[in-house]
């Protein structure tokens, strides 16, 4: 069966090329071709491709905006962004908005061919530096924030002092301190005073040389 493709993009020769590249495959039939976000979504809702291969940066309509409108009302028609940005304000929106694949305009002729059969299937195809970035981002740990009133425990939590010596140098209750720290140690996913010492030191939450008496 054939994969039925509108192409979006404000370059004409930049879509020629791309018309020109999927025309040679027996099984990918180009049906449309559209100059702008709005006429995209026109050419989707009156043939129905399977495949839309949309540009980010566009008039009228940019390619964002265009992705939602397609995957929101013709769910079956699967955008694949063709682009030449790979920053994170370009690709968090456009794959938030719908769109199932996400490569680059110096894509080659097979990957960009592999990815629209792909994204014919549903199936997800990202540029290498996309797919980078992401990756990047996943490995990253989650920003955490103490109080300042939770560092101060921690610091003193370093410097080895007791529970009650921790209330008595900050002056609040050891129900208090013992209460900071249990919300200190869910934080940083850890079970033990030791444990949220090192987890904080490594995540630069305070410093091993922090005292709060200097």
């Known amino acids: 069966m054939n994969v039925r493709i509108v192409v979006a993009d404000d370059h004409p020769p930049m879509r020629a090329g791309i018309v020109a590249?999927?025309?040679?495959?027996?099984?990918?039939?180009?049906?449309?071709?559209?100059?702008?976000?709005?006429?995209?979504?026109e050419l989707v809702a009156r043939l129905h491709p399977d495949v839309v291969v949309l540009d980010l940066r566009m008039?009228?309509?940019?390619?964002?905006?265009?992705?939602?409108r397609i995957t929101t009302d013709h769910p079956t028609t699967k955008v694949l962004i063709l682009t030449t940005y790979d920053t994170d304000t370009d690709i968090d929106p456009a794959l938030a908005a719908g769109a199932v694949s996400y490569l680059l305009k110096d894509a080659g002729r097979e990957q960009l061919v592999h990815a629209v059969r792909a994204a014919a299937r549903g199936?997800?195809?990202?540029?290498?530096?996309?797919?980078?970035?992401?990756?990047?981002?996943?490995?990253?740990?989650?920003?955490?924030?103490?109080?300042?009133?939770?560092?101060?425990?921690?610091?003193?939590?370093?410097?080895?002092?007791?529970?009650?010596?921790?209330?008595?140098?900050?002056?609040?209750?050891?129900?208090?301190?013992?209460?900071?720290?249990?919300?200190?140690?869910?934080?940083?996913?850890?079970?033990?005073?030791?444990?949220?010492?090192?987890?904080?030191?490594?995540?630069?939450?305070?410093?091993?040389?922090?005292?709060?008496?200097?």
Request: hydrophobic share 45%.
């Open 21 to 41: 590249l999927l025309a040679t495959e027996p099984d990918l039939e180009i049906i449309g071709e559209a100059s702008d976000g709005r006429e995209a979504i």
């Open 59 to 68: 008039p009228v309509l940019d390619g964002t905006a265009a992705t939602r």
């Open 123 to 214: 199936e997800t195809v990202l540029a290498p530096s996309v797919a980078a970035r992401l990756t990047a981002r996943l490995r990253a740990p989650t920003p955490i924030a103490l109080s300042p009133r939770e560092t101060e425990v921690l610091r003193a939590v370093a410097d080895g002092l007791s529970n009650p010596d921790i209330g008595a140098r900050l002056h609040i209750t050891e129900a208090t301190v013992k209460t900071h720290l249990l919300r200190t140690f869910a934080k940083l996913a850890v079970d033990d005073r030791t444990a949220a010492v090192v987890e904080a030191i490594r995540r630069n939450l305070i410093s091993p040389n922090d005292d709060e008496n200097s």
